[in-house]
Nanobody, 124 residues
Framework: QVQLVESGGGSVQTGGSLTLSCAASGRSFGSGTMSWFRQTPGKERDFVSAFSWRRYYADSVKGRFTINRDNAKNTVYLQMNSLKPEDTAVYFC????????????????????WGQGTQVTVSS
C-alpha cells in the first residue's frame, strides 16, 4: 500500500522560510513525478511545483520555492523562502509513476497518490 506522508508545515511570519518533506512508501517514484499542490478553504487545489524529468514551478512561487528529490529516500522536499501571507494553505504532496509533457504536471488528475496535507500559515 502506497503512502505519502508530509511534514514540516507550521507558522511563520512574512519573509520567513519553511521546508516541507514528503516521504513515500510502498513503491518507488524515482522514475516518476512527485509534486506539491496547495489548497485554501473553498478553493480548488492549486499546483505549486513538480519534480519529474525537470523542475517545474507555478509562476506565483518561482524564484522563492525550490523543489528537490532524494530518490534513495523516496522523498521530495519543498524549500519555501520569502514566504507571503498568500502562501498560507494546506500543502499536499502528490505522486505518479509516470512523467508528463512539459506543463502537464500541474494537472492534479494525473496523480495517483496523495498525502494528507500539512498546514502552512504565514502571518503579516
Amino acid at each position: 500500500q502506497v503512502q505519502l506522508v508530509e511534514s514540516g508545515g507550521g507558522s511563520v511570519q512574512t519573509g520567513g522560510s519553511l521546508t516541507l518533506s514528503c516521504a513515500a512508501s510502498g513503491r518507488s517514484f524515482g522514475s516518476g513525478t512527485m509534486s506539491w499542490f496547495r489548497q485554501t478553504p473553498g478553493k480548488e487545489r492549486d499546483f505549486v511545483s513538480a519534480f519529474s524529468w525537470r523542475r517545474y514551478y507555478a509562476d506565483s512561487v518561482k524564484g522563492r520555492f525550490t523543489i528537490n528529490r532524494d530518490n534513495a529516500k523516496n522523498t521530495v522536499y519543498l524549500q519555501m523562502n520569502s514566504l507571503k501571507p498568500e502562501d498560507t494553505a494546506v500543502y499536499f504532496c502528490a505522486a505518479s509513476s509516470k512523467t508528463y509533457p512539459s506543463g502537464s504536471e500541474s494537472d492534479p488528475r494525473l496523480y495517483d497518490y496523495w498525502g494528507q496535507g500539512t498546514q502552512v500559515t504565514v502571518s503579516s
